[in-house]
C-alpha cells in the first residue's frame, strides 16, 4: 500500500532532501567526512522516498534512534559551546566540530523521527479508509 503525505508534508520533505543532499556534499572537508556523508545521504534518501509518496516507517523511525543515540554520545559538546561555533558555514576551531555536529544530528534525528510518525498517521488513515 503506498502511503501519501499532504502537500505541504511534501513540500517539507523535498527541502530536507535538499538540505540533507547539501550537508552531505559540504562533510568532504571534514575530519571524518564517510560517516557524515552516509547519515545524511540516508536522511536525505528518506526525504525523496517521502517526496515520491513511500513513506517507510521502520527505517525513518531506525534512522531517528540511531541519530538520536549518536546525538546523546556528543551532546555534552553544546555545553559552554561559543556561538561563533554557529555564527559561519566554514569553521574556524576544531572544537567548533562536535557542537556543530551535534546540531545536523537533532535535525536528522527529528525530521526522521516525524516521517516515522507521519507515515504512521498516513498508514492509519489508509487502513480505515479501505
Known amino acids: 500500500m503506498q502511503k501519501r ?3 505541504r508534508m511534501r513540500i517539507f520533505a523535498s527541502l530536507f532532501a535538499f538540505l540533507f543532499l547539501v550537508g552531505a556534499i ?9 560517516i557524515w556523508i552516509v547519515a545524511y545521504t540516508l536522511a536525505s534518501s528518506l526525504s525523496v522516498m517521502a517526496l515520491l ?10 534512522a531517528a534512534i540511531v541519530f538520536g543515540l549518536w546525538f546523546v554520545s556528543i551532546a555534552a559538546s553544546l555545553v559552554g559551546a561559543p556561538s561563533e561555533a554557529f ?5 574556524q576551531v576544531a572544537s ?3 557542537p ?3 546540531v545536523g544530528l537533532v535535525l536528522l534525528s527529528g525530521w526522521s523521527a516525524i516521517l516515522a510518525i ?4 498516513v498508514k492509519k488513515s489508509s487502513a480505515s479508509v479501505v
Open 53 to 62: 509518496g513511500h513513506v517507510v516507517i521502520l527505517p525513518n523511525a531506525v
Open 26 to 34: 559540504v562533510q568532504w572537508n571534514d575530519p571524518d567526512p564517510y
Open 87 to 91: 555564527t559561519s558555514f566554514k569553521m
Open 96 to 98: 567548533h566540530e562536535e
Open 118 to 121: 507521519k507515515g504512521v498517521r
Open 5 to 7: 503525505l499532504s502537500a
Open 100 to 102: 556543530r555536529e551535534a
